[in-house]
């Protein structure tokens, strides 16, 4: 069984603080990537979360420029504050990056997921079809179903769950099609057995956090998982793929 | 750090169990918990969760016995290790805040005259130091008949970090103790590889759903992997992102041996 795995969740570039166990370059996170079978990663620049995110992403869309299995997320925000465009000005930053997904980082950016703040970016993002990516520490499960019942097209992946979630997030995944758990952490005791069941095989993408954790803790809940290979496959790549903003390509 | 090639890791990156190697999950429970909700928690889902990845043998103190129910939990595993011979090794799990007389008669019950092979201490849960006096019957009794003692350990906890463990080790020269977590955090992890040098009989337990890149192979270079020892705590969460840390570690593959299985069966005497 050879199942392919495209990581949705890398992180690129130099981190403010990283462990020294973690502080890999970016030639460092390749060869890691290489070494353990990921052979493409959907990734953000550091410097757009932990610095300034139109410099992060210029970084990342060169980046990416250089590298084609790695594709670019921007970071955003919102648009009030004239730091980013918005509406078709966005989609076409987005397109000449090459960006095929957003992330939002909104604690440490000082805003909120909202309408007041995000409704007009999540209108053209959902739209349009960009998939946005967030981790649930930056918001919560009660934000999360105010933004999907606003923008019931937008795809959302919520990244880094942990395993103590299924209470909260099974009454929204049944709500909204666009909500998606990203695998790193969701470390529920047969929880990806549980999801594919109820909820079927597309609500599951596979992420790591890499370079801050290791690939194979990631890798070995879907390879061992008690669903068949079709499903892992979505699993690990074609939940991705599908959901990825092909505007960037036209 | 090792660049050889990783016979384990190709494996396991090809979807195949881990048959062939022994793996003994050192640090697992069992049943419901409170605060979220845990599919299949029972030895029966434990078992078919094992059966995905390769693990041999899971030693358990079930979710009961490290809250308010040490009777019920002692109970629960040892009729999963009746039920499943072979795949479970049996915590006798102890509440400090019991009687001396019925802490003794756990003891006596399960670990004596019954199937439990091993201790588990919760002081964070039970909110007693581990140092504590209650606990001195526990410990007393570890020692005298060499019984390896699982404890819950987190930087910072007063009750249970991991520096504590090297006076107690020094007290109780007989017994095996397993810190469990190692210290739970990227300092606790430190803290436990700075303890493990001071008492020879503290073991590094990886169990832990945070375990960031590279603490594994610190806690093998600090220690080395003949003190360290693979656990997932499961059903509290899923084992086998657990299998896939220690197999694509970048160590030898004979550590891995030593710290999926071979380490356990020596200090359980299996």
């Given at each position: ?27 460092e996170?390749?060869?890691?990537l ?18 300034d ?20 997320a ?23 990056g090459?960006?095929?997904?957003v ?49 019931p ?9 942990g ?20 695998t ?57 793929e ?8 036209a | 750090?090792?660049e050889?090639r990783s ?45 995905t ?70 002081p ?19 020692n ?7 404890v ?10 991991p520096?504590l ?34 008492w ?13 890149r ?31 840390y ?8 004979d ?16």
């Open positions: 069984m050879s199942i392919p795995f495209f990581d949705c969740n890398v992180m690129f570039g130099p981190r403010s603080a990283p462990r020294p166990e973690s502080a890999l370059s970016d030639e996170i390749l060869e890691e290489a070494r353990t079978g990921v052979e493409r990663a959907l990734f953000v620049h550091a410097w757009a979360k932990e610095y995110p139109r410099i992060g992403n210029e970084q990342a869309a060169e980046w990416a420029a250089a590298h084609p299995n790695l594709t670019p921007f970071v955003l925000l919102p648009e009030h504050t004239d730091e980013l465009p918005a509406g078709d000005a966005l989609l076409g930053y987005l397109a000449a090459g960006a095929q997904a992330w939002l980082y909104p604690k440490p950016h000082g805003y909120g997921l909202g309408e007041a703040w995000c409704g007009a970016m999540f209108g053209t993002l959902a739209e349009a079809g960009v998939p946005v990516l967030i981790e649930l520490d930056q918001t919560s499960w009660g934000e999360i179903d105010g933004v999907l019942g606003k923008h097209a937008l795809n959302l992946i919520v990244c880094r769950t395993y103590r979630i299924t209470r909260w997030a099974y009454p929204l995944l049944a709500r909204h099609a666009g909500l998606r758990i990203e790193s952490f969701f470390e529920q005791h047969l929880g990806i057995e549980a999801v594919v069941e109820k909820f079927g095989a597309d609500r599951l993408v596979f992420g790591t956090g890499l370079p801050a954790y290791d690939s194979g803790g990631a890798i070995t809940p879907i390879l061992y998982a008690a669903i068949d290979d079709a499903d892992k496959r979505r699993l690990a790549t074609g939940n991705l599908s959901i990825l903003w092909k505007g960037a390509r | 750090m090792s050889e016979r384990i890791w190709e494996a396991v990156r090809a979807g195949e169990k881990l048959t062939g190697e022994l793996v003994i999950d050192c640090h697992t429970h069992m049943g419901p918990w409170k605060d979220f909700h845990i599919p299949r928690p029972w030895a029966e889902g434990m078992v078919f969760a094992m059966d990845c390769g693990i041999d043998l899971a030693a358990s103190a079930p979710h009961a016995g490290i809250g308010p129910a040490e009777e019920l939990g002692n109970e629960q595993i040892r009729q999963a290790v009746e039920d499943y011979p072979g795949r479970f090794l049996g915590y006798c799990s102890l509440n400090p805040h019991r009687p001396e007389a019925a802490i003794r008669g756990e003891l006596d019950k399960h670990v004596l005259r019954g199937n439990l092979k091993a201790i588990k201490l919760h964070s849960i039970h909110a007693y130091p581990v140092t504590g006096e209650r606990y001195r019957p526990v410990w007393e009794f570890a005298e008949h060499s019984v390896p003692v699982l819950h350990t987190w930087e910072g906890d007063a009750r249970c970090r520096s463990f090297a006076e107690l080790g020094k007290q109780y020269p007989n017994v095996d103790m397993l810190l469990g977590h190692a210290g739970g955090t990227c300092g606790g992890m430190d803290e436990s590889i700075e303890v493990a040098h001071k020879e009989r503290l073991y590094l337990d990886l169990t832990g759903s945070l375990l960031p590279g603490m594994l192979e610190r806690m093998v270079n600090g220690v080395g992997a003949e003190r360290v020892l693979f656990g997932t705590d499961m059903p509290f969460v899923d084992g086998r992102p657990q299998i896939g220690v197999a694509c570690a970048r160590i030898p593959d550590s891995k041996r030593l710290i999926f299985g071979l380490n356990a069966k020596r200090i359980f005497r299996l």
